[in-house]
Structures are given as C-alpha cells and as structure tokens.
C-alpha cells in the first residue's frame, strides 16, 4: 500500500458546483496533514494545514479522521480558477521528517 | 523577489553527461529540500539539509545522485552520468526550523530533459 494515496480524477464539475477530494494515509503514526494546490507547470503551493479539529478557509474546508486515516478536501462554490491539482502531503513526526505527498487529484472546473 | 530561485530553468542534455542545478532558499530559512516530480506523479523526496548537515537521503538518491549545502545557504544537486530515467522536474524548497516542513515554499523548479 502507497503511503500516501489519492483518486487521480480527473474531477470535471460546473462553476458554482461542490467538490470533494479525500486522500488516505498509511502510516497511522502521521502526525501533520496539507493541502497543496499545483497549477500546470508551475511549482506547489500550500493551501491549507489540516488540524484534527477540521478547518475552514473560505470556501475550502479540510478534514481529518485519524480512525480512518484520511483526510479530506472540500470546495464550495467552485471558480474556474480553482482549476488545477490538489496534493495531499503527510509527515510522520511532525517537523522531523520529509513530507510525502501523493499523486494529486486534477480539477477542471467548466463554464 | 524574496522566494525559493532555482536555477537553470530548463535543461536539456545528452545522456551520460553531469548537470548541477542550483537552489537559494529563502534566506532566513534553515532547512532545504529537494524533490524530484515527474507528469503525473506527486513531488518525491530525495534529500534534506538543516543549515549546511545533510539530515536525510531517499533511497531514490542513486549514487549518481549529489546534493550539498556548503554554507548553510544555497544547495546544489548534482547528477552524474544522467540517464534518460533522470528526466523530471527538480524541486527545491525551503522552510523554518521553527516550523519544520509544516510550511514548504517550493521555488519554480528545474525541468531536466535527457536525451
């Protein structure tokens, strides 16, 4: 089993739609849990931390459930410009060890 | 512009040749990481430094594979003998110790082409 996995998608929704992502995690002694956004050809960047209490930004909110080790990405009112890949990124300890990012789901949002 | 500046941005060489890229982390932060992406596939892990010690290598890092950190302050990654199998997009990034890699700021990378 892949230590981090992801559904590759592609997620094809309407502008205005809800979309949900989830990733799961293996190492059950993970400890810190990310959201990064990549646009095409471009380099990753932080979207959101996922605390154990779940969070909000606007209109993404993050997720975790430790008893089954994944985590979860929501959009609401989906942009257009929300268009690109989500990678989820784990660490064991937390600040101690490299992240391990999985494969990323791609969202295209449509008109 | 104060973020992660790699360089070449691209790269295209012969197999069999060396190529060194080069990483200057944002500058207040103590630990720097590379990563190797390919189409397709999530950033893998090949190396960290904290300041100039190298803490940690995947076993992805072939013995083709060498990256330093001389200073504490830019990075280099080297590969010898490049193999068409090297061909990736070579990711550098930086983050505060007192953060971990809880926050990694990524710079825009360097595509490796080998031909």
């Known amino acids: 089993r892949k230590e981090v996995e992801q559904d590759p998608g592609p997620f094809n929704v309407p502008e205005g739609a809800t979309v949900a992502f989830n990733c799961t995690y293996s190492?059950?002694?993970?400890?810190?849990f990310f959201w990064y956004r990549q646009d095409c050809r471009k380099e990753p960047k932080l979207l959101m931390s996922v605390y154990s209490s779940g969070n909000e930004d606007g209109r993404f909110t993050a997720q975790l459930n430790r008893a089954s080790q994944y985590i979860s990405l929501l959009i609401r009112d989906s942009k257009l410009s929300d268009s690109a890949t989500y990678l989820c990124a784990v660490n064991s300890f937390s600040g101690n060890t490299p992240l391990v990012f999985g494969k990323g789901t791609r969202l295209s949002v449509i008109a | 512009d104060t973020g992660v500046s790699q360089n070449p941005r691209h790269k295209i060489t012969k197999r069999g040749q060396n190529v060194t890229f080069r990483c200057d982390p944002i500058s207040e932060h103590n630990r720097l990481y590379w990563y190797r992406q390919t189409l397709g596939q999530g950033p893998e892990f090949l190396t960290y430094f904290q300041n100039e010690a190298q803490l940690e290598k995947s076993r992805l890092l072939s013995d083709r594979f060498s990256a330093e950190r001389p200073k504490g302050s830019f990075s280099t990654l080297e590969i010898q003998r490049t193999e068409q199998g090297d061909s990736a997009m070579y990711l550098c990034?930086?983050?505060?110790?007192?953060?971990?890699?809880?926050?990694?700021?990524f710079g825009s990378g360097t595509q490796l082409s080998v031909l």
């Open positions: 190492n059950s002694a993970s400890q810190s």
């Open positions: 990034a930086s983050s505060p110790a007192s953060l971990g890699n809880e926050k990694l700021f």
